[in-house]
């Protein structure tokens, strides 16, 4: 289990690194299993691919795109986190339909957590009894939170594979991986972006006992490398 971090430039640095991996991966020519995480922060990443020569030089077809959460609205709603991407990215790209595994936000949440626990188990190498992921990529709130785990509101040592969550501030119900799946994953990686997330960077990578309910802070890969990819902002309280 290896930690590193990465403090890059500018939001465009981090997002061009990021899309040199997944070309790298790409090239292994084999099927990649690859975690995306929501909200806003990969957005950027999405548009710069589309933007960008990337869009016809990474290999998509050996990509398989799952989320590490979603919100539980219509893949239409501005909300979806799989909508977003898709509206960004996959629609701009050669991608076909088996390599996209959205977490359905539309259907009932419990039956669409066991269809996801369901179709982790048969789509993605199974290690230590869990589906394995190549990669997960993950956000972080500025409570701390990754994916739709919440302080004091997740078990991180469930049995299960996935879980409906509810956002604490607006009540919104979520569908979440669960913290041994993401741990079980060979590389994870928190992309953190921003002035606003200097705090929560500070408590997460310098304060272990300010951290210890935090998520952020206690989801690592057990089986691989877990790295923070930070810019500028995000860093700025960080020790140089
Ligand atoms: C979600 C996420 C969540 C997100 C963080 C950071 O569905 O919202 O998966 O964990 O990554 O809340 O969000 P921002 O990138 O918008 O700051």
């Not at 990443?45 to 077809?61: G, L, P, V």
């Not at 490398?225 to 810019?231: A, K, P, V, Y």
Request: proline share 5%; charged share 25%; glycine share 6%.
């Amino acid at each position: 289990m290896t930690m590193q971090m990465h403090i890059f430039d500018s939001p465009q640095q981090l997002v061009a690194s990021l899309s040199d991996e997944l070309q790298k991966l790409s090239e292994l020519k084999r099927s990649m299993h690859i975690a995306l995480s929501g909200g806003s922060t990969p957005k950027r990443w999405f548009d710069f691919m589309a933007a960008t020569n990337f869009r016809e030089s990474i290999d998509w077809q050996h990509l398989h795109f799952w989320w590490g959460d979603e919100r539980c609205v219509e893949p239409a709603h501005q909300e979806s986190n799989f909508g977003e991407a898709d509206r960004r990215l996959f629609q701009k790209i050669q991608i076909t339909e088996e390599n996209l595994h959205r977490i359905r936000g539309e259907d009932a949440p419990q039956e669409e957590v066991a269809r996801l626990a369901a179709d982790m188990q048969q789509q993605l190498p199974m290690v230590n009894g869990l589906p394995q992921f190549d990669w997960v990529l993950l956000g972080v709130g500025e409570d701390g939170h990754t994916a739709s785990l919440f302080p004091h509101h997740y078990d991180p040592e469930t049995e299960q594979m996935a879980v409906v969550a509810h956002h604490p501030g607006s009540g919104q119900t979520r569908i979440s991986i669960t913290a041994p799946v993401i741990e079980n994953a060979r590389r994870v990686s928190y992309l953190v972006l921003g002035a606003s997330k200097r705090e929560v960077v500070k408590t997460v990578l310098e304060s272990p006992e300010q951290a210890q309910a935090l998520p952020a802070a206690n989801i690592r890969s057990k089986e691989g490398m877990t790295e923070w990819l930070l810019d500028a902002d995000a860093a700025a309280l960080l020790p140089r």
